[in-house]
């Protein structure tokens, strides 16, 4: 069985520009996260989708956002990209509502702003 | 605000020393726990998780924890060190809400780095 797969690997984008990050949760799962990890910072929760719908964010700005499609995928959008921005984004998935699920984690995508 | 917190930030032992990664969490709720465990090069794996039940837990590669709910604690052992332990090693908490449901996000510890020596 697939585990949490995200796509793209790597991606160097320009300060300003946006980027865009993909991620396809284990089947049947019905819940995604986005977690930020970036250097000295550690693991931050930025959201969590489940059927479709943003049921929470962490403490990040507007311009990070993203959304659940039909299929359960997600993406991840973050418009106007800081040097800041640098890190190592996650998906994870689970059941719905992890309480009493565990999630799982995909290998990440590494975003460098330059 | 919640918090979780590592103790150690790197660790360096010999093979077969026996480990102790301690973990504490600030919320006053029902928590759910976990360690997760990132091995070099590789994505966050779970190594065991606390939901309910006998506050002793095992999880995989001999690795157990103990929930102390007075401590707001689950430390992570595992008596005998391997080589193949090396990694960076996660404490998260999960807290739940009164309803049972979760607000879905995990507070991560900064992790500790386990470092070990053949």
């Known amino acids: 069985e697939a585990g949490v797969t995200q796509s793209p690997t790597h991606l160097i984008k320009t300060r300003g520009q946006q980027a865009t990050l993909r991620c396809s949760p284990i089947?049947?799962?019905?819940?995604v996260y986005w977690y930020q990890q970036a250097l000295g910072l550690g693991l931050q929760f930025l959201l969590w989708y489940d059927e479709g719908e943003e049921r929470n964010r962490g403490n990040f700005p507007p311009r990070f956002s993203g959304r659940q499609f039909p299929n359960y995928s997600s993406e991840l959008n973050v418009n106007a990209l800081e040097l800041e921005d640098s890190a190592l984004y996650l998906c994870?998935?689970?059941?719905?509502?992890?309480?009493?699920?565990?999630?799982?984690f995909g290998e990440g995508s590494w975003l460098t702003v330059v | 605000a919640q918090s979780v917190s590592q103790h150690n930030h790197h660790v360096i032992l010999s093979e077969a020393a026996s480990l102790e990664l301690g973990c504490n969490y600030s919320?006053?709720?029902?928590?759910?726990l976990f360690w997760y465990v990132q091995y070099p090069g590789q994505h966050l794996q779970l190594l065991l998780k606390y939901f309910s039940g006998d506050p002793l837990v095992k999880g995989i590669k001999g690795f157990e924890a103990e929930f102390i709910k007075s401590k707001f604690s689950f430390n992570l052992r595992k008596p005998s060190v391997q080589w193949s332990d090396t990694a960076e090693y996660f404490c998260?908490?999960?807290?739940?809400?009164?309803?049972?449901?979760?607000?879905?996000?995990?507070?991560f510890g900064k992790g500790t780095k386990l470092s070990v020596k053949p």
């Open positions: 994870a998935s689970s059941l719905e509502g992890f309480s009493g699920n565990t999630i799982y």
């Open positions: 998260a908490v999960g807290p739940v809400m009164n309803y049972g449901g979760s607000q879905g996000n995990l507070i």
């Open positions: 919320y006053g709720g029902t928590v759910n």
């Open positions: 089947s049947g799962h019905t819940s």
